[in-house]
């Protein structure tokens, strides 16, 4: 461990193969699997809308790529701030970090901003088998990042109060591998709820 | 412990914001292509439009395995066989879903035809 020891960039980052690393690796593997199964739910029901509003009558495309966007940018300021935490950078990380929370809380304002909406105007979960299976995948989506902005803030005060420790930089390599898996997961949520009900 | 600190080298090659950017461009470029091949009709065949944005979502997928989640060289080996697990397990959920449901609903009548299947039931006589 001497090696390590006597390079302080190298003892920040935590290697693919650190046992930490690997655990985390696997329970998201496993929520991926959580994922699949509301995935399966949504395809088989997408067709049963009840004589409601299918999803090509509600979702409006432009909106949720200006969603998309902002998640995939929050997904890049986030990369970039675990570059900055390997060059032992702690100010340019925290700007970075803050910069994915201001995009990550964006993508998750204009979603609770849809789902009002749909609510309000009367297609909630209880209006179709579709839409249950809709807000179910979307909503489980959307906790997921409302969990990652609330580890987000934790991390930003802790290295604020106590610097970038090797505890504090293992704890930000796994919740940047957390963001970056949300965001793919969101490419299946773009790709199977909006664009292919737009079709 | 050389292996160690080899690894460590080809581990923080992988952290470099040219990597990153590579990796944000590539993903901009797939979802806005999905984007306007849906927005604006490209293809009139539906089959096609349905292939070419899940074929860009399954790269888009690739480029941030790569590019993001850093599966890619010695060390993560086993991150990829959990990886290979999870995708053979969601290949079975979701397509047998699909499968199962859709071949139900194939031998499932429509209103229409369970009212005249009752109505000859009914002329027959229990």
């Known amino acids: 461990m001497s090696s390590i020891a006597t390079k302080p960039t190298a003892s920040l980052a935590l290697a693919p193969d650190d046992k930490t690393y690997i655990g985390f690796w696997i329970y998201l593997m496993t929520d991926c699997l959580l994922f699949a199964t ?18 090509a009558e509600l979702f409006s495309l432009p909106f949720v790529l200006a969603e998309t966007l902002l998640l995939l940018a929050s997904s890049l300021t986030c990369g970039l701030a675990i570059v900055a935490m390997h060059q032992g950078m702690v100010r340019r990380m925290i700007i970075w970090l803050v910069a994915t929370f201001v995009l990550g809380a964006g993508f998750l304002g204009m979603e609770l901003y849809e789902f009002t909406h749909l609510v ?22 959307g906790l997921h990042i409302t969990v990652g902005l609330l580890w987000l803030i934790v991390m930003i005060v802790r290295v604020m109060q106590g610097g970038l420790g090797p505890v504090n930089a293992k704890r930000l390599t796994l919740f940047s591998l957390f963001w970056h898996f949300l965001d793919v997961v969101w490419i299946f949520i773009f790709t199977v709820v909006y664009l292919m009900g737009a079709i | 412990m050389t292996k160690n600190t080899a690894g460590s080298q080809a581990h923080a090659h992988t952290y470099t914001t040219q990597n990153y950017l590579v990796g944000f461009g590539l993903s901009l470029v797939t979802t806005l ?11 009139t065949d539906e089959t096609v439009t349905l292939t070419v944005i899940i074929g860009l979502a399954i790269v888009q997928l690739s480029v941030q395995f790569v590019y993001f989640l850093h599966i890619r060289g010695r060390e993560a080996r086993w991150n990829r066989v959990a990886l290979a697990f999870m995708a053979g397990v969601v290949i079975i959920i979701v397509g047998g879903s699909l499968w199962i449901m859709n071949n139900l609903e194939y031998h499932m009548m429509t209103p229409k035809q369970m009212e005249s299947h009752m109505l000859e039931q009914g002329k027959k006589g229990f």
């Not at chain 1, 209006?127 to 989506?141: M, P």
């Not at chain 2, 292509?33 to 293809?43: P, S």
């Open chain 1, 38 to 55: 509301l995935f399966a739910t949504y395809a088989v029901l997408q067709g049963n809308t009840a004589g409601g509003a299918s999803a």
């Open chain 1, 120 to 141: 309000a105007e009367g297609d909630s979960w209880s209006r179709s088998g579709f839409l249950s299976a809709f807000f179910t995948l979307v909503g489980t989506h």
């Open chain 2, 33 to 43: 292509l999905a984007f306007g091949v849906v927005m604006g009709r490209w293809f």
